[in-house]
């Protein structure tokens, strides 16, 4: 009845009336005070708590304290809150990936190549261009189109002061008739301008167009014709250099040419670059290393000349009035608005120019090893859709810190994770401890001990997580190995003990899984062999576990 009678604007005081009337209520003792003054249920402590804490913990110890106006969380609630975020943060659990170097990254940032069977990352892939488009309008185009229009979209702008999409907006303008100088008509005409800043190309000068898409102003460089020359010339550079460096290589392979060939035979290979022709071609040559050798790269190729740039002794000088004119800091562009622009580089305001708008590309990546596609997207830029997507979330058990005590030296601590399944079979895992001396044990600061027992995960099933009437699956689990299972996740405990009196807390521990392989296998399957094929696979698994306690 007391409850009933509390008007309803004390029951959102989330450390006020009703948490105070609460401890009065069990324990029989009045609510005490804050330390900044006030009851808790007025104070704007209990208004913070009602609205960061929902609802607050009531008989909580973990108590916040007002200083200045702000709210400060003690050691002990940020804590509490650190160790619950802990499980979204998928970066402090790294897997290694043995590939040409090792490379240390979460789960989600990994590929599994089924062929391999082994974890491939973005540095151990080759990433292919499978088409470019505009991330504006979608229009997607050829490789070569988008590198003669310089991977720019011809129709879409960037604004120059936002980097924001222009859009084009349509105006009605009075202009005379040409039959008829004394009567005007109405005329629509089309301009750009930025939805963010404002920014519109009236601002600069641009003039209105009577269509809505193409043919608007673009500013001339006067060093196009420079830079042009100069690419050239080093394109022929290069070119010749690659020339020098393929007779070197067929000067060394004369002694496997046949004896028949004499040494005036050999002279004129080299001469004219038909070493290509007489040799068988090499597997995996390039069809550009093939080409490399030819008449026209000879003696008959018209030379590029530059003219040499000439050292400026004197410069211009600066305006008189340049340190004492007031600067208005809106007519002057950003470092970041200048590098955006390097071939004009404004100063002014008035001198920002729309840009093109950069295009995008969708991207294949493949397995070195094997040469097998990890991921192929869609070619249609409008589809987010992949039609190969391996990723390792999707074939290799997941680790993630639920829980982190107080971490404190040469003391044991336990530590709860979960292991979640990702396939719909049942996984066999093993956590093993790294034996010392191993070279990829090399960041761990802790000594860690692992459950001795084989975990058993069960299979994926979307539709169990809303079937409440399952019956759950009888596993025996060890209460101290397992903390609770639902569908294919896990909570197990690990005891870590850390060995440094200061600094991060890592440990270190392999994770050994069977896997069914799907993939299409390269013999014929007999008739004794069975469909799948099951192996053994071991993860080097890292973990961040943050820093230690005093």
């Known amino acids: ?123 151990c892939v080759s990433h292919e261009v499978d088409s470019h488009y505009c991330p504006s309008c979608l229009e997607n185009m050829p490789s070569a189109e988008a590198k003669l229009k310089k991977n720019r979209c011809a129709n879409c702008f960037d604004c120059p002061g936002c980097m924001h999409t222009l859009s084009t907006r349509a105006t009605s303008i009075s202009t005379q008739l040409p039959d008829d100088p004394a009567k005007t008509t109405m005329k629509k005409a089309y301009y750009l301008a930025c939805g963010f800043c404002r920014w519109t190309s009236r601002d600069v000068g641009m003039a209105d167009k009577s269509v809505a898409s193409g043919g608007w102003q673009e500013p001339e460089n006067p060093h196009t014709q420079r830079m042009n020359k100069l690419i050239e010339y080093y394109q022929q550079l290069a070119q010749k250099e690659k020339v020098e460096r393929d007779r070197k290589k067929l000067a060394r392979r004369r002694n496997y040419m046949p004896l028949a060939f004499s040494q005036h035979t050999i002279h004129v290979v080299d001469k004219y670059g038909l070493g290509t022709r007489l040799q068988r071609p090499r597997a995996g040559a390039t069809i550009s290393t093939l080409a490399g050798l030819s008449l026209k790269e000879g003696e008959d190729q ?71 596609n990890l991921s192929k997207p869609e070619f249609n830029p409008t589809s987010i859709k992949f039609k190969i997507q391996l990723v390792a979330v999707n074939y290799i058990p997941e680790v993630r810190i639920m829980s982190i005590p107080n971490l404190r030296y040469m003391k044991e601590s336990q530590v709860l994770l979960t292991l979640t399944n990702p396939v719909e079979n049942l996984t066999h895992v093993t956590l093993v401890e790294c034996e010392e001396g191993d070279p990829d044990n090399i960041n761990s600061t ?105």
């Not at 209520?25 to 009851?39: D, F, I, V």
């Not at 001990?449 to 069960?458: D, F, G, Q, S, T």
Request: hydrophobic letters at 35%; proline letters at 8%; a positive charge.
């Open 1 to 123: 009845m007391e409850r009933q009678s509390l008007p309803s604007r004390n029951l959102w005081r989330g450390g006020g009336g009703n948490r105070r009337g609460a401890r009065e209520r069990t324990t029989g003792q009045p609510s005490p005070k804050t330390e900044a003054g006030g009851e808790g249920a007025g104070s704007l402590e209990g208004r913070l708590r009602s609205q960061i804490l929902c609802p607050p913990t009531p008989l909580s110890p973990l108590i916040s304290v007002r200083k200045g106006g702000f709210l400060h969380f003690t050691d002990g609630e940020a804590r509490l809150r650190g160790r619950m975020a802990s499980l979204l943060q998928s970066e402090r659990v790294l897997y290694l990936v043995q590939g040409e170097k090792k490379v240390r990254a979460p789960l989600s940032q990994l590929y599994f190549c089924r062929y391999c069977s082994e974890l491939r990352s973005l540095e």
């Open 302 to 372: 018209k030379e590029i000349k530059i003219e040499p740039a000439q050292a400026v002794d004197e410069v211009e000088p600066l305006p008189e009035d340049y340190y004492t004119r007031p600067v208005n800091l809106t007519e002057v562009t950003t470092l970041q608005q200048r590098l955006l622009q390097p071939d004009f580089q404004p100063v002014c305001a008035s001198q920002l120019y729309p840009r093109h708008k950069h295009l995008l590309i969708k991207r294949s990546l493949r397995c070195r090893k094997c040469e097998h």
């Open 446 to 550: 802790a000594k860690v001990v692992v459950p001795p027992k084989e975990l058993i995960l069960a299979g994926k099933d979307a539709a169990a997580e809303y079937d409440e009437l399952a019956e759950p699956q009888d596993f025996q689990d060890d209460p101290d190995i397992i903390a609770f299972r639902k569908a294919n996740k896990v909570g197990i405990f690990i005891k870590v003990t850390p060995q440094r009196e200061e600094g991060e807390v890592t440990v270190c521990f392999k994770m050994k899984h069977d896997f069914k392989n799907l993939a299409a296998p390269i013999r014929p399957i007999e008739e004794s062999d069975q469909g799948t094929e099951v192996i053994w696979l071991t993860q080097h698994v890292e973990l961040s576990l943050g820093p230690l306690l005093p």
